[in-house]
């Protein structure tokens, strides 16, 4: 819990400093020739900067949305024009789909991840106890086979009317030249980042020894510090991350709860429950958690938050596919991992939805038949994709 408070109160330095504003218009001068390339170049910024901003609503909604929008307004894409077929529609849903892959791709990319690793934990007293390097490593190939179909697959649903951006270059170098040369705070931003990225992969570990293996939440620590220390941000701001203060509050109580749900044995029995039924059709394994897997996944039609509905299912579903034969760490990746993924079905799936539908560039139909398709392909690249890569990594 505390390991995503703090990761919350560091991204406010991205905000602060302009670096994520920055990172952002930099892949889109490099990629901006045509519409597609400024869809990878938001693709790409958000990626950059998802395993250091736990807020995925703050990180696709408060940094890459704005970005989205100068460029759309640039070519006079505008819902208010009704012009948002040329290229907004496009744009938004690419901005939007982009989140829930970055978000499992790292622990540290959505504020529920950790939540995850602990009822995994739990769940195998304590024999799979995944670390933000296994986990990194696990999505890194499936979650770029994802990043790199989904502006494609959108392409073809919602073709923009503007093809080619050549002046998305020039907007973007405008924009980076009112932001001015690069300030000391964002240097230090930059490099306190990198070195929290360094530690959380294990690298002082390998470089001297084990006793360098820094705990996840110390590595945060550390960086928060560093950036009190050199003045990137000042304890005002650290009171003012509103988020990380609640997600401190509401997730403390939300683990002590989930803590309950299994000592008092109701996780036992669902877990029971959904067992016998599954054992009733007769299906191996294999075909079990399957339906797992579907049940979980599309069942956050009928949630708002991605946090209550793994508080609410995750163990239960986890604790019964382990009965009913899968093994252990297959289930706990593609659960895992379903958990961000499902982010994309609604335009209430999480915070970042409501931020990005709510611009007016796509209609209901529109965003619903897009999470649609982009679940589809997720889930298959999750399994075929994962599948492959998991065995090959020695996971499974």
Known sequence: IWLIAIAVMIAVALTKTGLGTRIGYHFIALFGKKSIGVAYGLVLSELVIAPVTPSN???????????????????????????????????????????????????????PNPLIVDLIAKGTNSAIQITWTQWALAALLPGLCMLLLMPLVLYLLFPPEIKNTPDAKGMALDALA??????????????????????????????????????????????????ILTGVLEWEDILKAKSAWDTLVWFA??????????????????????????????????????VLVLIYFYSHYFFASTTAHITAMFGAFFAAGVALGAPPMLLALLLAFSSSLMMSLTHYGTGTAPIIFGSGYTTLNEWWGAGAVMSVVNLLVLVLVGGVWWKLLGYL
């Open 178 to 227: 009112k932001l001015g040369p690069m300030k000391t705070s964002e240097y230090v931003t930059l490099g306190v980042l990198a070195l929290m990225l360094l530690m959380w992969a294990g690298v002082p570990a390998l470089l001297m020894g084990p006793e360098m293996d820094l705990n996840a939440t110390t590595t945060a620590m550390i960086g928060l510090s560093l950036l």
């Open 57 to 111: 609503t703050a990180r696709g909604g408060a940094i890459i949305h704005p970005i989205m929008r100068s460029i759309a307004d640039g070519f006079g894409s505008s819902p208010e024009l009704g012009t948002q077929n040329k290229i907004g529609r496009y744009l938004a849903l690419v901005n939007y789909n982009t989140n829930p892959i970055t978000s499992a791709m790292f622990i540290t990319a959505t504020a």
């Open 253 to 290: 109580a939300l683990v002590m709860m989930a803590t309950f749900l299994g000592k008092l044995g109701l996780i036992t029995w669902f877990s029971q429950s959904i067992q016998t039924a599954i054992s009733g059709t007769g299906l191996g394994w294999m075909g079990a958690t399957a």
